[in-house]
């Protein structure tokens, strides 16, 4: 979670559909996302379009996904 988008995308390119399912639209993008996604993180973007980050985190994880936010694992 800690993580920019851009970099997100580009070690884990599924999560671009993931994201744009979660409302999340301007993610496909590609110069959306090489340019304001160099510094967005899930968190901040979730905050900005008033995404519940919770729902976002259940949402990664129901798709197999482990999140690391805080420092620790999400289980």
């Given amino acids: 979670m800690?993580?920019?988008?851009y970099d997100l995308t580009k070690e884990y390119?599924?999560?671009v559909e993931i994201m744009r399912s979660l409302g999340f639209e301007?993610?496909?993008?590609?110069?959306m996302i090489s340019?304001?996604?160099r510094y967005m993180t899930i968190p901040k973007?979730?905050?900005?379009k008033k995404i519940n980050l919770d729902?976002?985190?259940k949402e990664f994880e129901a798709r197999g996904f482990i999140i690391?936010?805080?420092g620790n694992d999400h289980e």
């Fill in 2 to 5: 800690h993580k920019s988008i």
């Fill in 13 to 15: 390119p599924e999560i």
């Fill in 26 to 31: 301007k993610i496909t993008d590609p110069l």
């Fill in 35 to 37: 340019t304001a996604g």
């Fill in 45 to 48: 973007g979730a905050s900005m």
């Fill in 55 to 57: 729902s976002i985190i």
């Fill in 68 to 70: 690391k936010y805080g």
